[in-house]
Structures are given as C-alpha cells and as structure tokens.
C-alpha cells in the first residue's frame, strides 16, 4: 500500500470490479491499454481482477488508485519481464484526465521500485497517437528506446507503439 498526497495505491479487490469497469469501459482509456476490449464489462474487470492477484506470485504488481473520497480513478501495474526489468502500465478514468493523477500515482509507484529493487530497468510500451502519455513518460525520466506494433482489443488492429525506458534509481 503506498499513500501520497491525495492518493491510495492498494492491491485490487474482487469488490472493485464494478468501479474498474466503469474505469476502463470508456474508449479513450481503453485504447492505450493493449488487452482492454470495450466494451468492457464487470465480468471483464472480474476476470482481469483475478489475473492481476494471481501474478503477484510471480512478481508483477498491481495497484488500484483511489481519491480521497476513495474512488477508483485509475491503476497502475508493473509486470516482472525477467530478474532486473518491469512493464508499467498505467490508465487513468477519462473525467480525471489533467488533474496530476497520473503524475502523482506514477511517482509514488516509481519511488516504491527504486527502493524494493534497485537497478531495476522499468518499460514501457505507448501506442504513438497517446502523446499525452509520453510527455508524462519524458517527465518522469524515461526515454524513448524505439518502436514497434502491437495489437488493440480496442483498436480491433495492430498500431505503432513507442518503448520507453527508465532505470530504477
């Protein structure tokens, strides 16, 4: 669990998946995230909730983000690739957009790596028509690394990704 200023980053619970639904049903989140089909559907968010908790035995991470009101506003999620490197992904609900929760929640996730596994390389993949996401990538210390495709449940086709990559502090 990692608290900021305005923010709750705690793990997913079965209870959440009426809220992430509703987080990530919505066409501009969904189509920065790779594996989000819209419409996405409570028994989506159910099942996505469940792999989620089942790969933190392997090392991946992923927290929910709540406001102070204790709302879900966004998640955050670091898959262990291998022994030294992490995917971040991150989505934000779409009424919340410019309102320094990304930034916020990203930081707190990013401090929490640099401190439990230091040295540690964190990617991650952006489609190229997301350029609010890669400024917010560039702030936050990452730099791009190339490209690639990669396909959208969203998208319903395979689109330009740029990589990103940061070392852990």
Avoid at 62 to 89: C, K, M, N, P, Y
Wanted: charged share 25%; proline share 4%.
């Amino acid at each position: 669990v990692l608290l900021t200023e305005r923010l709750l980053l705690r793990p997913f619970e079965h209870e959440d998946a009426q809220a992430l639904a509703v987080l990530l049903d919505h066409a501009e989140v969904a189509i920065g995230v790779c594996a989000t089909p819209v419409p996405f559907t409570p028994l989506h968010a159910a099942a996505r909730i469940l792999m989620m908790r089942a790969a933190e035995g392997r090392g991946d991470i992923a927290w929910a983000v709540e406001d102070e009101s204790g709302e879900l506003v966004g998640l955050i999620t670091l898959e262990r690739r291998d022994d030294q490197s992490l995917q971040l992904g991150v989505a934000v609900a779409r009424p919340r957009w410019g309102q320094g929760i990304a930034t916020e929640a990203l930081e707190a996730a990013l401090d929490w790596v640099s401190r439990a596994r230091p040295g540690a390389t964190i990617y991650s993949e952006v489609f190229a028509d997301t350029g609010r996401v890669h400024g917010l990538l560039a702030r936050l210390g990452f730099r791009p690394r190339g490209g690639s495709r990669r396909f959208s449940l969203a998208r319903q086709r395979s689109d330009a990704v740029q990589l990103w990559q940061r070392l852990a502090a």
